[in-house]
Each structure stands twice: as C-alpha cells, then as structure tokens.
C-alpha cells in the first residue's frame, strides 16, 4: 500500500511569511494530490485538487505543486484566519490522508 | 448550495452497530459524477477514509474495514448511510460525510458526527 508523509508535523511563522509544507508518497501518484484546510472543531475544506489547481473561491495565496512522489503546499504571505492544520490526500488505489500538518502563529 | 448533515447516535456499546445517516440538501444525491462518503477522524489524528456510494448503490470500501461496514443510499429521503458493525473503542472518532467528484476530491463535507464507543 502507497504510504503517505508530510512534513513538518507542525511549524510556527509569523504573519506575512510564506509557509511551505510538503507531503510525499511512497511510490508515483502522478497529480493524484488534495490539499485541505481544517481548523480546528471544523470539517475540512478542499483548497488544491490535483496537486496544483487552486479550488473555486480559495485566496490565491494558496497553492500547490509537484507530481510523483514529492509535492509541495505553500502559503504565500500567511494569515492570521490560515492558522490550522493542513492534510495532503492522495487517490491511487484508495484515497488515503497525510497525518497533517499544524500551523501556528509565532 | 448543496449542504451535507450528519445524524445518529453519539454512543455505541462496544460490540455493537454503529449507525449514521447523511441528509443532502440544496441538491440531489442522485446528480451524476459525486459519489457520497464517509470519513472519519481518531480524536487528535489524522483522516481516514472509510468508502463510498454512488446514487446507483454502487460501493467502494477501504478494504480493512470492508468486513464490518454497509454503506447504502436512500434516494427518494436524498440520504446515504453507514452501518460498522462490531464496534470496539478504535472506532470512536468523529464521523464526517462528504461529497466526492470526480478523482477523489472530497469538496463538500458535513460538520461531524461524534461517536463514542463504551459500555
């Protein structure tokens, strides 16, 4: 079965700096990759689907890339309301979550 | 907008069935293209997919659970739900449904279902 990580596990940044998080898969998964928002109490919500479209609505800071094995999510200029923890979900054979990511504010 | 809400009970004996229901609305369950899901998430972990069904009953389960859960839908209540049977304390977690089109993107979701199993 495809493994996912994603690292950090939690990261802390200021308001306005760029935030990177990166999500890898054991073996290729083309553009199989979503990235999503959930803060916290809260559902999900989708931000980038198939690794580098940027969902309906979602701020354009947000984005997304790579393909394979390595993929990267990025906020650019960080805000405060982004404070939350951020999966990656990829849908090779089944789809499966990343552990996720938790962004605070320093 | 189409809007997805979770129900059922919120504590389940060990040993027991588990048992939630979605209710669509604002669109129909039975639109082509979205299958309908369940997921869940361990308190404090990440999300698990558990499957899902499209409006023609046709399923997907994630195959280590695929021995303990029916999911079925009801079209004409524009409902989907979800039976895991022989429940033990692992499967307590939060129980979201959700709105998956085309290439697993899961892109509407329900707010959650709190589940806890104990006698």
């Known amino acids: 079965d495809i493994q996912m990580t994603q690292s950090p596990s939690s990261l802390s940044a200021s308001v306005g700096d760029r935030v990177t998080i990166t999500c890898q898969a054991s073996q290729d998964i083309n553009n199989y990759l979503n990235w999503y928002q959930q803060k916290p109490g809260k559902a999900p919500k989708l931000l980038i689907y198939d690794a580098s479209n940027l969902e309906p609505g979602v701020p354009s800071r947000f984005s997304g890339s790579g393909s394979g094995t390595d993929f990267t999510f990025t906020i650019n200029s960080l805000q405060p309301e982004d404070i939350a923890t951020y999966h990656c979900?990829?849908?090779?054979?089944?789809?499966?979550f990343g552990p996720g990511t938790t962004v605070h504010v320093k | 907008q189409v809007q997805l809400q979770e129900s059922g009970p919120g504590l389940v004996k060990p040993s027991q069935t588990l048992s939630l229901t979605c209710t669509v609305s604002g669109g129909s369950i039975s639109t082509t293209g979205y299958h309908w899901t369940w997921i869940r998430q361990h308190p404090g972990k990440g999300l698990e997919w558990i499957g899902n069904i499209y409006y023609t009953g046709s399923t997907y389960y994630k195959p280590s659970l695929k021995s303990r859960i029916i999911i079925s839908v009801d079209t004409s209540k524009n409902q989907f739900s979800l039976k895991l049977r022989s429940v033990t304390a692992a499967d307590t977690a939060v129980y979201y449904c959700?709105?998956?089109?085309?290439?697993?993107?899961?892109?509407?979701w329900g707010q959650g279902a709190t589940v806890t199993v104990s006698s």
């Open positions: 959700a709105r998956r089109r085309q290439l697993f993107a899961f892109d509407i």
């Open positions: 979900q990829q849908y090779d054979n089944f789809p499966l």
